[in-house]
């Protein structure tokens, strides 16, 4: 059993600059499609990216696209995600999910989560 655990969260100004981290425990990473999701308070948990196991591809929901960058380093046991050009509106907690086989945007099929990091932006 794999389990995610996400770091790189914290205050930050409108306009700068975060990288999460999302390492695994367990089992390799590299076996598992990742992907990262929000929730804000009051709202829905939301996509926002995700990997598949090889790295050869990526997809993000339209708000962050330009912006976010999900990368993997199977090495380091490790998926990224890299934000630029934070919005307030970006404000949530960020969790980390994998899956062995599904690669989609469902929060509902995705199989291990992490506990989640704050990511907080202020005007």
């Known amino acids: 059993q794999v389990q995610p655990v996400e770091s790189g969260g914290g205050l930050v100004q409108a306009g700068g600059s975060l990288r999460l981290s999302c390492a695994a425990s367990?089992?390799?990473?590299?076996?598992?499609?990742t992907g990262w999701f929000r929730q804000a308070p009051g709202k829905e948990r939301e996509f926002v990216a995700r990997?598949?196991?090889?790295?050869?591809?990526?997809d993000y929901v339209d708000s962050v696209k330009g912006r976010f960058t999900i990368s993997r380093d199977n090495a380091k046991n490790t998926v990224y995600l890299q934000m630029n050009s934070l919005k307030p509106e970006d404000s949530a907690v960020y969790y980390c999910?994998?899956?062995?086989?599904?690669?989609?945007?469902?929060?509902?099929?995705?199989?291990?989560w992490g506990q989640g990091t704050q990511v907080t932006v202020s005007e």
């Open positions: 999910a994998v899956s062995s086989w599904y690669y989609g945007s469902s929060p509902g099929s995705y199989d291990y």
């Open positions: 367990g089992r390799s990473i590299s076996n598992y499609n």
């Open positions: 990997i598949i196991r090889s790295g050869g591809r990526t």
